[in-house]
């Protein structure tokens, strides 16, 4: 049986970053919603509670009864987890007296702790709050403070129970990792058993009682989600699955050609298909970011559709969906940042059962996977690129002139951060066309063409990124390598913006 932590999910921005740090310690984690905590299960060995975007105090504050769950697993409350526990067993939570947000240094109150086993005091920790734990119970004992925090930690007696009001699983936090080791391993014991190996053993066997001699089709993206997810069911039943690539016309220049050569060399049962002409006719004139997607969308599943009943007897649709597509289509706020291409939306006529053998992984994991399934380089460390492309990527209308501009340019971009060695140092990378278009001078001619941004990050999970901090010396080539190369283009810029509060992508 799989052992596993639970994360009571509050609504916290940083809850995936809480679940992708406890796998990291080789322990298999769920995010359930807060008020869904799956009673019963025996493979559960501890609770952590995640932030929230709430005070305790508010009338929409997500609240939940605890008291089927503290004294009989461990359980770690982070920052509103802390303050709710104490909040609701008569302590004292107020506005601090202004935001604390920023680096913090630990002072022991009690010493030797379990939570803070192997940390010396003067830790760094993230703050990260508009309120604070002004008293505690009387059964709660402070452990741990920062000059404007009291209590910064606490245990509550003959429980292992913890609350701390910093983010250990934010970088910021410099002994943030082993504070979660002390809880998962030393306090939740552990065993830490969880990892790609154990993984593709487990679900190799699972798929192959799950399919038996069932055919399966898959939709192929180019992407390492989609890569991974056939050639891990490729070894599960072999024959039996067929992938499906569809061209929209809108992927990276030469990738139809390319992706189709790399799954050939991987045995995969590969059908491509270039149906470039029908999104171009249907996405004629169309603005709309979110229509664009929409379009997009339907007109894959309708390609796609069209190609699976061809094959006879297919009874099962995989897909490569990942672990945070499914917390962020069930978020708990429902708000909706952008449709996602791969989460639900199965169409009812396509009589298929659904089949996702990544759903449990997190991004890096599932590179994992694919480095112990033996998998090229660089498919797994290729960039996230968006279900529907360059559509994406191009402010306002599309036209196979524009794509192709952008095709050209993204390729001397992407190939650029390849030669200089800053391509792995990046998590995502791609240029934007702008509708706009600048005054310029070639020879001696004045020009009035198009204007380009170039936009790079780096990240670990998309959740937030920075704007990747390139040599000038690169951006000042890239930037006359794309003018000078690419009719049409007289000006380029680079995105300097971070997430939040842009985007990775413009549209």
Known sequence: MQEKIIILDFG?????????????????????????????????????????????????????????????????????????????????????????????????????????????????????????????????????????????????????????????????????????????????????????????????????????????????????????????LNKAIGKNLTCIFVDHGM?????????????????????????????????????????????????????FDEEAHKIKDVKWLAQGTIYPDCIESLSITGTTIKSHHNVGGLPEKMNLKLCEPLRLLFKDEVRAVGRQLGMPEHLITRHPFPGPGLAVRILGDITPEKVAILQNADDIFIQGLRDWGLYDKVWQAGVILLPVQSVGVMGDERTYERAVALRAVTSTDAMTADWAHLPYDFLAKVSNDIINHVRGVNRVCYDVSSKPPATIEWE
């Open 251 to 303: 992927l990276r220049k030469n990738e139809f050609v390319n992706v189709l050569k790399d799954y050939e060399g991987l045995g995969l049962n590969v059908i491509g298909v270039d149906a470039s002409a029908k999104f171009f006719s249907e996405l004629a004139g169309v603005t709309d970011p979110e229509r664009k997607r929409k379009i997009i969308g339907k007109g894959f599943i309708d390609v």
């Open 12 to 232: 916290s921005q940083t809850t995936q970053l809480i679940g992708r740090r406890v796998r990291e310690l080789n322990t298999y984690c769920e995010i359930v919603p807060y008020n869904k905590f799956p009673f019963g299960d025996p493979s559960v060995i501890g609770v952590i509670l995640s932030g929230s975007p709430f005070s305790v105090y508010d009338e929409k504050a997500f609240k939940v009864d605890l008291s089927e769950i503290r004294g009989k697993y461990p359980v770690l409350g982070i920052c509103y987890g802390a303050q709710f526990m104490a909040y609701v067993s008569g302590g004292s939570v107020e506005p601090a007296a202004s935001r604390e947000y920023g680096r913090a240094r630990l002072t022991w109150i009690e010493q030797g702790n379990a939570l803070f086993k192997g940390i010396d005091e003067g830790s760094q920790v993230w703050m990260s709050h508009g309120d604070t734990i002004t008293s505690v119970p009387d059964n709660f004992k402070t452990v741990a403070s920062t000059a404007n925090v009291h209590n910064a930690a606490y245990q509550i007696e003959g429980e292992k129970t913890w609350g701390v009001q910093f983010h250990p699983e934010v970088f910021h936090s410099t002994d943030g990792t082993r504070l979660l080791g002390n809880f998962v391993v030393d306090i939740c014991g552990s065993r830490q058993s969880w990892g790609a190996e154990s993984f593709i053993e487990t679900t190799v066997a699972a798929l192959k009682e799950q399919l038996g001699d069932d055919k399966v089709v898959l939709g192929l993206s180019g992407g390492v989600d989609s890569s991974v997810a056939a050639v891990l």
